[in-house]
């Protein structure tokens, strides 16, 4: 009898079950563990002329999970990069793009330097004081005079949004001749900035336009003053058919 056809035990059969655990680790879990078989098959082929036949099936398998991009020559050369990877770099192939190497793969790229900026009032903001830099570099004249003002302006207007809700313009003038180096003096100025109300009600405006989505806005009491109902209940005393 053909030993294919003869019956197995069943405890036998159990005892052979793969479990992840055993298992060896996934390089790319992306294309599952049948083609990380189907690469160390592969890798283990001493014909070079098969191996490469392998090489070149495994490949259109791998392009065949993303069929828009399997004839993109980019696409390719990642294909292509990716099989040398799950192979360990142990598979031996002719492959069109330059091989890649485990060092080259190890790499870890430069640390990103950001901009490390500790102003001593933050609540101004780095933008002002890169408006105050330009200010600077600004020859003198009716131009640098506006933008110093609007600058000005600006500074109030932050210093209201996230402190008290007033603030005279002689602490604005005296932040502004800091943060400039004593290159912007309005301390002695007769200049008036915007009044306080009118720039606490513009930062009112705008905090009401951005609102969370589907958060329910609030009805006024204007109704309840003038002694209409309110529409939300006009058929509250409405009788039941």
Do not use: C
Request: no cysteine.
């Amino acid at each position: 009898m053909n030993s294919k056809y003869i019956k197995e035990n069943s405890n036998d059969v159990v005892h052979h079950l793969e479990y992840n655990a055993e298992r060896s680790h996934l390089i790319i879990p992306e294309y599952g563990r049948h083609l990380q078989k189907l690469i160390d098959q592969a890798t283990k082929i001493e014909d070079d002329v098969e191996r490469n036949k392998a090489a070149k099936y495994i490949i259109q398998v791998m392009g065949s999970l993303n069929p828009h991009l399997r004839d993109v020559p980019d696409f390719q050369h990642k294909l292509w990069d990716q099989i040398f990877i799950m192979s360990d770099f142990k598979l031996v192939a002719d492959s069109p793009y330059p091989i890649p190497s485990r060092e080259v793969l190890q790499l870890k790229p430069d640390v990103l330097q950001y901009p490390q900026n500790f102003p001593k009032y933050r609540y101004y903001g780095n933008n002002i004081k890169y408006m105050i830099d330009v200010a600077n570099k600004w020859e003198e004249g009716e131009m640098k005079n506006a933008l110093v003002k609007v600058i000005a302006n600006h500074m109030k207007k932050s210093y209201l949004s996230w402190n008290k809700d007033t603030v005279k313009d002689d602490v604005i003038f005296e932040h502004l001749y800091e943060l400039s180096d004593g290159k912007l003096n309005l301390i002695q100025s007769t200049e008036e900035l915007l009044n306080t109300t009118d720039l606490l009600r513009t930062n009112k405006r705008v905090s009401n336009k951005i609102l969370p989505v589907g958060q329910p806005k609030i009805l006024s009491n204007k109704n309840l003053k003038t002694g209409k109902p309110n529409p939300i209940h006009k058929n509250q005393n409405r009788k039941p058919l």
